[in-house]
């Protein structure tokens, strides 16, 4: 009998000591299925890549990191009620890289009234930045910053006819503001400013407009899908406008989804070239996808990957029995972290991230080069 009740208690403990090794629960909601299925699927790989090598080691703490992924289907609605169920039935500690702007909006209610903090939400939309979001820690640079980059690239390249065309949501209009304040540098109007319906895309009517104006370069504010459908419409009217489009699209899937109109295509970038290891953290990310086997790293799984470095320090930081609180606490004490040739820094005050933007243009052979 006493031989059982040692062999059971053994049993308890080991049990014990398997279910402390996979309890840091961090959730993620983003459209796995939808418009931007390809990016986000690339986004998620590049943190898998670095949350299974800590993983392989043992974990933050001794304690190994589970990721829950919900597909909210590019839904602002479902976004908000997965991050609920998230937060309220399997109790996260953190929430991590959602997708899109409105949707990354809808689910802050719900971060405020649990404190919940996200990490690296995949957009750039400054209304993540200022004011200050309590709960929102940004790695990567604004969109409005790469718009403007983009602009004033073109400019420098004596293209004046510039069009910008933009979902109708809050995505658009932030990297219009963008693009207006590098049009706004080089003393220059948009040739073309027309929205679009970002649920039921239609470029039949802009097309024209794109034409007859003798167009030089297209910015394109919006999702993989819908840059796609509006450069088949542009190409079909006869423009053979520059196509410019931000770093949502910064995906090999955006790249096979756009066939044949791919060579040519500027997408603005947030992190370094993924071909650079003069970066040590691109270095990084490539020897760990290559003894993974999975292939080159895209600027994609470069965002994830960095989200996850700055997600893990965060962790590490809130120390052997993390809570919400100390999570938060952790990341808004984080100064001067080093990527691997970027550093990020944060305070109560400021949650911005980086401030890095390049710009890389699709070549022959299907891939991003700088």
Wanted: net charge positive; aromatic share 6%.
């Amino acid at each position: 009998m006493k031989k059982l009740s040692l062999w059971c208690a053994a049993i308890a403990m080991v049990a014990l000591s398997h279910a402390s090794q996979a309890q840091l629960l961090i959730g993620q909601t983003a459209g796995f299925t939808g418009p931007v299925g390809a990016g986000v699927k690339e986004t998620t790989d590049g943190a898998k890549l670095y949350i299974d090598t800590i993983n392989a080691k043992g974990g933050v703490n001794g304690q190994k990191i589970e990721l829950i992924s919900l597909d909210d289907k590019f839904d602002p609605k479902l976004a908000a009620e997965n991050a609920r169920k998230l937060i309220e039935e399997q109790n996260v500690l953190a929430l991590f890289l959602t997708r899109g702007t409105p949707h990354t909006e809808a689910i802050i209610p719900h971060l405020d009234k649990h404190g919940v903090s996200l990490v690296g939400p995949s957009t750039g939309a400054m209304v993540l930045h200022l004011p200050v979001k309590k709960h929102v820690f940004n790695v990567r640079a604004t969109y409005q910053r790469e718009a403007e980059k983009a602009v004033s690239h073109l400019s420098s390249m004596g293209i004046t006819r510039i069009a910008i065309v933009y979902a109708d949501d809050s995505f658009g209009a932030d990297g219009v503001a963008g693009a207006q304040k590098g049009l706004a540098g080089a003393k220059l109007q948009p040739s073309v400013l027309e929205k679009f319906n970002r649920s039921k895309p239609d470029f039949g009517p802009i097309a024209p407009k794109i034409t007859q104006t003798n167009t030089q370069a297209v910015i394109m504010v919006a999702s993989g899908q819908a840059v796609v459908d509006g450069t088949k419409a542009f190409r079909a009217a006869g423009s053979a406008a520059q196509i410019v489009t931000l770093s949502n699209n910064a995906s090999g899937g955006f790249i096979k989804s756009l066939g044949d109109n791919a060579r040519g295509v500027i997408v603005t970038q947030v992190f370094p070239y993924e071909r650079s290891i003069a970066f040590a953290m691109v270095k990084e990310a490539q020897e760990m996808s290559k003894a993974k086997g999975a292939g080159d790293i895209s600027p994609a799984m470069l965002e994830g990957f960095a989200a996850a470095k700055v997600l893990v320090e965060g962790l590490r930081r809130a120390g052997p029995k993390p809570t919400r609180e100390k999570i938060q606490a952790a990341l808004e004490g984080i100064r001067k972290f080093d990527l691997g040739g970027l550093e990020v820094s944060y305070s109560p005050e400021d949650h911005t991230g980086l401030d890095f933007a390049d710009l890389s243009i699709i070549g022959t052979d299907g891939k991003f080069m700088r």
